[in-house]
């Protein structure tokens, strides 16, 4: 999810609106040079952290909520959940945002396992699984005929995506303009698991296509006909 700025006086909306996501807000200033230095930094971190809400704060614009928060220093980075602060950071400190992050990111995932029976429940959670990997396997390729289509006059490729958990490739046909990127959407609205889950692609052997090129057309990319891993990334 991109970063959002904000106006003067809307921070408290988007954060009633967010509800129980985690909500990174970046205070900044247009002068401030670590500010500047950080800012591609929380922008891949927006893009691989999909079910986060990334917010910027201009504080020079911004008096209501530089007040609110009492900010000090730039940049200042605050963590909230249901309008409630869980941490804050302040200065341009990557390696501290990135494990703040995936600290409270990790929090929303569910936990596996609880209200069973001691019961040997195996063939049933196997069973369970695969059911899930169908289901995800049909709704996602219905979703990219429904999101792609085909357009006339354009030209069609077809993207195989390998994904975890799911043993058969995914054909997503879709023009080769779109990018990645696009592709990236996808998943995220289609499939829980990609909604809490930090995610990267990978072309064979195992070479990671950067967010710089997630961005680029499928032709530009030289991703036609190909076969596209999707790697889950640690909390």
């Known amino acids: 999810m991109p970063v959002k700025q904000v106006s003067d ?3 408290k909306k988007e954060l009633q609106q967010a509800g129980d996501k985690l909500v990174l807000v970046d205070f900044f200033a247009t002068w401030c040079g670590p500010c500047k230095m950080i800012a591609p930094v929380i922008e891949k971190l927006s893009s691989s952290h999909p079910n986060a809400i990334f917010l910027k704060v201009d504080v020079d614009q911004c008096q209501t909520e530089s007040q609110e928060f009492e900010i000090s ?21 990557a390696k501290t945002i990135e494990a703040t992050l995936a600290k409270h990111y990790k929090d929303k995932l569910p936990f596996a396992g609880e209200g069973h029976s001691m019961l040997d429940t195996s ?8 059911s899930t990997a169908e289901s995800d396997h049909q709704r996602l ?3 990219a005929k429904e999101r792609f289509g085909n357009i006339a006059g354009q030209t069609m490729t077809t993207i195989r995506l390998r994904l975890p958990d799911i ?5 997503i046909r879709l023009s080769i303009d779109h990018t990645l990127n696009d592709i990236r959407h996808l998943l995220c609205s289609t499939i829980e698991l990609f909604e809490i889950t930090p995610f990267e692609f990978l072309v064979s052997p195992a070479t990671k296509i950067t967010l710089d090129e997630e961005n680029k057309t499928i032709n530009e990319a030289q991703l036609t006909n190909a076969v596209i891993i999707v790697k889950k990334l640690p909390m």
Do not use: C, W, Y
């Not at 063939?123 to 695969?130: M, Y």
């Open 141 to 143: 390729e219905t979703a």
């Open 73 to 93: 220093a730039m940049p200042t980075f605050v963590f909230i959940r249901e309008s409630k602060e869980l941490d804050r950071i302040r200065g341009a400190d």
């Open 167 to 171: 043993a058969t490739p995914i054909n």
């Open 9 to 11: 006086g809307g921070l």
């Open 123 to 130: 063939s049933t959670q196997t069973s369970a699984t695969s």
